[in-house]
């Protein structure tokens, strides 16, 4: 019989070769992370990871639940429970929770210090979680679902750029049905003139449009100011998203909408619980059925194209050019379908007091 072998410990596993790789390729690592969480946990590895976090680019913060300012956890809204049909009413008077639990966790570093890591982030917001990232260029953060109610069945998706005040917003919407339940309707031909059929006056179409127009608006000014600490504390930052779970709505600001930002100040409505929303100039084109890739197709198909009043957006080519970018790359798969057909059809020009 063979003797039993002897297990012990090797000498050459217990160097760590990962201490060879530069700073610069684990910071090229961390960034791929991107997720908050995974980067607080990475803190606890070691005195060098909790170091280098902090000089992160790109950072998501993902909230899963809100909860009331005094902190009463059984009023928790969650990515499991219904979707709350007032949370633009009250997303101001919430603290986003749960996304600085994997820092909060930390009681202590590595090293036994007995000190927490991050001992700022006793608020737990987005703003508070930020601060421990003095290099961030890029930052994601994403609500647990939409602002704007809808009935079932109804598809409402909402794109905006946001510098110091409203640059461009884009609406799609419509009911989404399947193919055979749209009796097979395809898409109009190019020289269809597109009118709109009276029936879209008198069975309150337009007063449904005019409705998802407002809710949107509201829903992306209300963002826009919850942005505004977190654009004043990151001089670095380049580019900033507030977006949703639900894919509903996305407010996006690049390097020269934070620029524009910090140079002139936002203004806040009378409510004082979002930014103020300029006069506006809305391109509306409707479509009674479009056909979708993938066996889909829109019901009351809708886009509303909408830009500040008096920066050229009023019918003229240039600010038709200048818009065209944006409104064709806002959305993704059919519905990026969806846009480039509803831009064939004809075009209603409305106008928009601010509020």
């Known amino acids: 019989m063979h003797a039993k072998a002897r297990i012990h410990a090797d000498p050459v596993l217990e160097f760590d070769r990962f201490d060879c790789l530069p700073d610069s390729l684990v910071l090229l690592i961390l960034n791929k992370l991107e997720d908050v969480r995974s ?7 070691s005195k060098r990871f ?4 902090p000089l992160v680019h790109d950072v998501c913060v993902k909230i899963d639940r809100v909860v009331t300012v005094d902190g009463d956890s059984d009023a928790a809204l969650n990515l499991s429970s219904p979707k709350p049909q007032n949370i633009l ?3 101001l008077k919430l603290v986003l929770f749960a996304i600085t639990k994997p820092f909060h966790d930390m009681g202590g570093n590595p090293n036994g210090a007995g000190r927490p890591l991050f001992p700022q982030l006793s608020q737990h917001s987005p703003a508070q979680v930020l601060r421990s990232f003095s290099h961030v260029r890029n930052i994601r953060v994403e609500l647990p679902s939409g602002d704007v109610g809808v009935e079932e069945g109804v598809l409402l998706k909402w794109r905006a750029e946001y510098g110091s005040t409203l640059q461009n917003c884009v609406i799609l919407g419509g009911t989404l049905v399947s193919r055979k339940a749209a009796g097979g309707v395809h898409e109009p031909p190019p020289d269809d003139s597109g009118t709109m059929p009276e029936s879209f006056y008198t069975n309150g179409g337009l007063k449904l449009r005019v409705v998802w127009t407002i809710s949107c608006l509201i829903a992306a000014s209300t963002r826009h100011y919850l942005l505004r600490s977190i654009v004043d504390e990151h001089p670095t930052l380049r580019s900033l ?13 690049g ?11 936002p203004s806040a409505s009378a409510c004082s619980n979002r930014t103020q ?4 100039n809305i391109k509306l084109r409707y479509a009674p059925c479009l056909e979708l890739p993938g066996g889909l197709a829109l019901q009351g198909a809708t886009l509303l194209v909408i830009k500040p009043a008096g920066d050229g957006s009023g019918g003229g080519h240039g600010g038709r050019k200048e818009a065209e970018p944006f409104v064709s790359g ?20 409305l106008e928009m007091n601010g509020f």
């Open 330 to 349: 806002a959305f993704d798969g059919p519905l990026r379908f969806a846009v480039k057909a509803l831009m064939k059809r004809r075009t209603y020009l």
């Open 241 to 253: 998203v507030l977006a949703d779970a639900d894919g509903q709505g996305a407010l996006r600001m």
């Open 39 to 45: 980067l607080g946990r990475c803190s606890a590895v």
């Open 255 to 265: 390097a020269e909408h934070l620029r524009d930002f910090r140079e002139h100040k």
């Open 277 to 280: 929303v300029p006069a506006c």
């Open 89 to 91: 009413s009250h997303l």
């Open 50 to 53: 909790s170091g280098l976090v």
